[in-house]
């Protein structure tokens, strides 16, 4: 059963814009932290981005710090992933997740229980 829809991918040139969504499918989620993974192919699943929505606190890998921005709309329990200067290395299939409504320490894919199918974003010229 599928709990978080995404939306938003596709391809673009390398330098361009995309907003990826998250919504969420039957549960609310209300207290969880939101985050974003991705996958490319023949590469293990990695963390991008996360964010808490007690405290609002976020969380990026280091890779994309200052490309990336996760974001909340509350009001309509959507999670957001702007991803700016995107290059081709950015190409992957990108993944929404529900967690705990904190994080210890470093965050992994083990933190979270409920997944999104994915969507592609390609980045090619």
């Known amino acids: 059963q599928v709990e978080l829809v995404e939306s938003g991918g596709g391809l673009v040139q390398p330098g361009q814009s995309l907003r990826l969504s998250c919504t969420p499918s039957?549960?609310?989620?209300?207290?969880?932290?939101m985050g974003w993974f991705r996958q490319a192919p023949g590469k293990e699943r990695e963390f991008v981005a996360a964010?808490?929505?007690?405290?609002?606190?976020?969380y990026h890998a280091d890779s994309v710090r200052g490309r990336f921005i996760i974001s909340l709309d509350n009001s309509k329990n959507t999670v957001f992933l702007q991803m700016n200067s995107l290059k081709p290395e950015d190409t992957a299939t990108y993944y929404c997740?529900?967690?705990?409504?904190?994080?210890?320490?470093?965050?992994?894919?083990?933190?979270?229980?409920?997944w999104g199918q994915g969507t592609q974003v390609t980045v090619s010229s």
């Open positions: 039957g549960r609310a989620f209300t207290n969880n932290a």
């Open positions: 997740a529900a967690g705990p409504p904190y994080f210890r320490g470093k965050i992994t894919q083990s933190d979270f229980n409920a």
């Open positions: 964010i808490t929505k007690m405290t609002g606190r976020t």
